[in-house]
């Protein structure tokens, strides 16, 4: 728990003077420490949304596939949420992604993540 709240503080004091791609391994370490310690759900999808955010920061196709790598790194555990938040949280996050993909040509990677993820009632959104 202690290395989770230090990278916490690291990330709130020093976000602006973080590159990218430390700010992403950040929100990385985050989520699985935060998932081994039990970290509320809430928290937890902050640093998922943070992390594909810094990783969008320089768009192109590299960016968009290391997204949607991210998102499925940790999609399994946000759909154990036992209110279908996970779900919802998702959907959101894929569309958000979903004119990148398209722009890219990874509407096919996108797809594949949504259905790994059994989203099949957004599945036409990603068509």
């Known amino acids: ?18 590159p990218a791609e430390i700010k992403t391994s950040i929100c990385n370490d985050c989520l699985r420490i935060g998932i081994k310690e039990g970290i509320n759900f809430q928290e937890l999808s902050q640093w998922l949304q943070r992390g594909i955010q810094h990783v969008m920061e320089h768009p192109g196709r590299d960016a968009v596939e290391d997204a949607l790598d991210f998102l499925e790194a940790y999609g399994d ?14 959907t959101n996050l894929l569309l958000r992604l979903k004119p990148a993909a398209m722009e890219w040509d990874l509407s096919p990677k996108l797809n594949e993540v949504a259905s790994d993820f059994r989203l099949t009632e957004v599945m036409d959104v990603f068509v």
């Open 1 to 18: 728990r202690g290395a989770y709240r230090t990278l916490n503080y690291t990330y709130g004091n020093y976000l602006d003077l973080l």
């Open 77 to 90: 555990y946000f759909l154990t949420e036992a209110n279908g938040k996970g779900e919802k949280f998702l």
